[in-house]
């Protein structure tokens, strides 16, 4: 039942009967969804079946419907990278954990840092986008093979297309450089992502048994929380810019970012299920899957996590899917490469925030959906099913019960996923885009709880 299957039809009408509508703004029992030529038509309790005699009927009662994933920080690997991830096998693990949009970092092969370089990776995707209809939304470096010297050509990549800047990977160290990626970025209206780490601290894992084992630094919490506090000091000087920090690992960094946002500057920050999940003291020892940057920290910094994420005060989540063959991601945690997977399991961590009460049903939804599609600037066509909209949606099974994360779980290449052999609950059921239906896992047209 979880093992990774997948089964993908296109329907030009197709109608989705009985399921629970889950939409940032509320929570519908048990509605039939009509949609055509991949656009939702009616959502309504008993809709007439004799006016819908030509829909293929997905009966989904007991199972819930919510918008597709948007997940604004995915390494696709996309040029240049195909033994971590191809085009294609990275957008199949998005279809199979539920996600329906994603934007990919440019740390690829060669650095995503200029026009012809985003016209080569749209060229090598748009086969995989259409294919499985998941929505692909590049970022450029901010500066020129993100070596923090010289930045890119803000207006010309915006104008290309981009939607998004940032050297992911690494923080922008210089102070005068970091002032004019902000300045250079602003008037394209396009966010700078973050990836907030003072370089030179030489940790790999935070304060933890298994650090003290492999006998390394522990990585400071002053590494994060350093940048960001520099980089808000900059931001101050380019209020029109818009700034959003990566992958936060630390509560002091949502210190700063809640008591920025309140002086009125453009702040957003997201957080990450490993982050939101593990503790440093819940490591394995010998499994570098473990090895992300930034660390997994102290249960105190998780609990603020969660909670902010679950107020708002943490805009979204975010993966920060960086898939590594097995010869760089080695189990040696001082050498191996940083990084784990996390497209596959990101709504099964998200489900069990909400199955533990740690946040609401439609909060869910918008941290998983409607609030990045809404920072990347495709509100119109994801993070919400309503009457009138395109049809990007996920259909889970929420009260499944845990079940370990297994290696053939997985759609995507690689293998380093800190979750494998970690109970979490949900099946994601099937990933509809537009009228492409992907049933996954079994699920097929004629199941039904029970
Ligand atoms: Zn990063």
């Not at 012809?116 to 748009?126: C, D, G, M, P, R």
């Not at 002086?263 to 990450?272: D, K, P």
């Not at 497209?343 to 909400?354: C, G, P």
Request: net charge neutral; with cysteine; charged share 20%.
């Amino acid at each position: 039942m979880h093992k990774y299957s997948v089964k993908s039809k296109s329907h030009h009408r197709l109608l989705i009967s009985g399921v629970d509508l889950w939409n940032a703004s509320g929570v519908q029992k048990a509605v039939d969804i009509a949609i055509e030529d991949g656009i939702v038509r009616r959502i309504g309790k008993d809709l007439d079946l004799n006016a819908h005699l030509d829909f293929v009927v997905l009966r989904a009662d007991g199972y819930v419907l919510m918008p597709s994933g948007v997940d604004a920080q995915v390494h696709l690997r996309v040029p240049g990278q195909e033994q971590k991830e191809t085009a294609t096998s990275g957008l199949w693990a998005a279809v199979s954990g539920g996600v329906g949009a994603l934007l990919t970092m440019p740390n690829t092969k060669p650095v995503l840092d200029n026009i012809e370089t985003l016209a080569l990776a749209k060229q090598v995707i748009s086969g995989p986008e259409a294919e499985t209809g998941v929505r692909v939304l590049f970022s450029a470096a901010m500066t020129m093979g993100q070596r923090g010297h010289e930045v890119v050509d803000f207006l010309a990549l915006a104008k290309a297309g981009i939607f998004a800047f940032t050297d992911d990977g690494v923080g922008v160290s210089d102070d005068k450089i970091m002032l004019q990626v902000l300045k250079g970025a602003a008037p394209t209206g396009l966010p700078v992502l973050q990836h907030a780490e003072v370089p030179g601290h030489g940790g790999v894992l935070a304060g933890g048994p298994v650090q003290v084992a492999i006998g390394s630094v522990a990585y400071p919490v002053w590494a994060e929380v350093d940048m960001v506090q520099r980089d808000l000091d900059l931001l101050k000087q380019v209020p029109t810019a818009r700034y959003h920090v990566l992958h936060v690992s630390a509560a002091g960094t949502l210190s700063l970012i809640a008591a920025a946002k309140k002086s009125g500057l453009h702040v957003t920050c997201e957080a990450s299920p490993h982050h939101l999940f593990f503790t440093s003291e819940e490591i394995v020892p010998d499994n570098s899957a473990f090895k992300m940057n930034p660390p997994i920290r102290s249960a105190s910094d998780r609990s603020q996590l969660q909670s902010a994420l679950a107020s708002g005060a943490c805009d979204f989540m975010a993966t920060d899917h960086a898939p590594h063959e097995s010869a760089v991601k080695t189990n040696n945690f001082k050498t191996s490469a940083f990084g784990t997977t996390g497209l596959e399991t990101s709504l099964r961590v998200m489900i069990d925030l909400w199955q533990k009460g740690a946040i609401t049903a439609t909060r869910l939804v918008d941290a998983w959906s409607k609030a990045p599609a809404a920072f990347l600037g495709i509100s119109a066509t994801h993070g919400e099913i309503s009457e009138g909209r395109p049809m990007s949606g996920v259909l889970c099974d929420v009260t499944a019960k845990q079940t370990a994360v297994r290696e053939d779980d997985f759609a995507g290449l690689s293998r380093n996923s800190c979750f494998i052999g970690t109970k979490l609950p949900g099946i994601v059921l099937a990933t509809i885009l537009g009228q492409k239906v992907h049933c996954l896992r079994g699920f097929n047209f004629d199941s039904k709880k029970g």
